[in-house]
């Protein structure tokens, strides 16, 4: 295991600039999401949320010892920020 995490650091992945745009609508259906549900929304998306994605994305892309993000790195960081959120909504219930 050392030597597979030893070996993944050495990946420093990029964003292709075809997928930027990929990005970019996401992060920006993920606000417009939020803003129609302003009333029940728990949390705020961020620049930090964004930034958020572009890490778990490239972390993605290390583990598969890969210099470059898919699309596929992105939707599964995605999917994990969702996750994250909806389970702060998820711990909003349980509380009352």
């Known amino acids: 295991m050392r030597a597979y995490i030893s070996l993944a650091r050495n990946f420093a992945p990029v964003i292709p600039e075809d997928l930027a745009g990929f990005i970019v609508d996401a992060y920006v259906n993920m606000r417009s999401d939020e803003a129609e549900m302003r009333e029940q929304a728990h949390s705020y998306t961020t620049a930090r949320t964004l930034q958020a994605i ?8 290390r583990i ?7 699309r596929e790195d992105v939707e ?3 999917r994990l920020m ?3 959120k909806s ?4 711990n909003e219930v ?3």
């Open 76 to 78: 599964e960081a995605m």
């Open 87 to 90: 389970s702060l909504e998820d």
């Open 54 to 61: 572009l890490r778990m994305s490239q972390a993605l892309a």
């Open 64 to 70: 598969r010892l890969s210099s470059l993000v898919t």
């Open 82 to 84: 969702y996750k994250s």
């Open 94 to 96: 349980r509380r009352y």
